[in-house]
């Protein structure tokens, strides 16, 4: 027996989808990092997670169908949105339905708006 961090892909005993997209900061791609989809809401599943290229694009396999908390882990953003969309932390939900791979775009800015206008004295 080995051990080590390599992922053993068994058979799925829930549904999943493959997820691509973009993040963006404004009009501006943001790359580097990782995404992660953590379920929520009662969705079945495991956290997924994938490495943001430079260009903006991820591309994840497996993603639990329902509802996923969408966080990012060492994004070259400010220090501040890197706060607000921690993995455990993030505002960030998509809903994913099973089929073609679903495809999503993130925008960091207009997420810290929708975030800053739901938190306690927000504007």
Not at 37 to 62: I, K, M, Q, Y
């Amino acid at each position: 027996m080995s051990a080590g961090c390599r992922e053993e892909l068994g058979p799925v005993q829930y549904r999943t989808t493959r997820v691509t997209g973009i993040v963006r900061a404004g009009s501006q791609p943001v790359g580097g990092g990782w995404v992660e989809f953590h379920p929520a809401e009662g969705t079945v599943g495991n956290l997924r997670s994938a490495p943001v290229a430079p260009d903006g694009t991820f591309a994840v396999d497996r993603v639990p169908v329902g509802v996923n908390q969408v966080g990012f882990q060492d994004l070259p953003v400010d220090p501040a949105l890197g706060r607000i969309f921690h993995p455990l932390s993030s505002p960030i939900r998509r809903t994913l339905i099973e089929g073609p791979p679903a495809r999503i775009e993130i925008d960091l800015l207009e997420e810290a708006i929708r975030f800053n206008k739901t938190r306690p004295g927000g504007a």
